[in-house]
């Protein structure tokens, strides 16, 4: 462990985003806040420090209990940060992910096998 971590690498450490890049990316587009400012990706983070990461519906909100200089499994990473998300913002995401599903209109997607034999039949 480390006694300083950029912003960047602790988001990445604790599973917040897949990539160190992908951080990167995401805190220069300015949906990373810490503290209510918007760092650079080099920024120093600092235990007890409230990080705010928009991933459109929804808004997370942690608090940094420790620092991590790698990426480590989940079950560790827990330890290193405090989630704060309130439920209903969670509950942004579910509501979501199933319109996302009830969307699907019939006849997107894969044809079915009856409208693939029509299909067939107009061709030949």
Do not use: C
């Amino acid at each position: 462990m480390e006694e300083e971590v950029r912003i960047d690498k602790w988001l990445w450490a604790v599973r917040i985003y897949k990539t160190r890049s992908m951080a990167t990316s995401e805190i220069q587009k300015g949906r990373v806040t810490i503290n209510g400012i918007a760092p650079k990706p080099s920024r120093i983070v600092k235990p007890g420090e409230i990080i705010t990461v928009r991933k459109p519906p929804v808004t997370y909100t942690y608090r940094v209990k420790g620092l991590l200089h790698n990426r480590v499994s989940a079950k560790i990473a827990k330890e290193y940060v405090d989630d704060l998300t309130p439920p209903e913002e969670i509950q942004k995401f579910y509501q979501q992910r199933l319109q996302t599903n009830l969307r699907r209109e019939k006849g997107s997607g894969r044809p079915t096998k009856k409208e693939r034999r029509q299909i067939e039949k107009l061709i030949r």
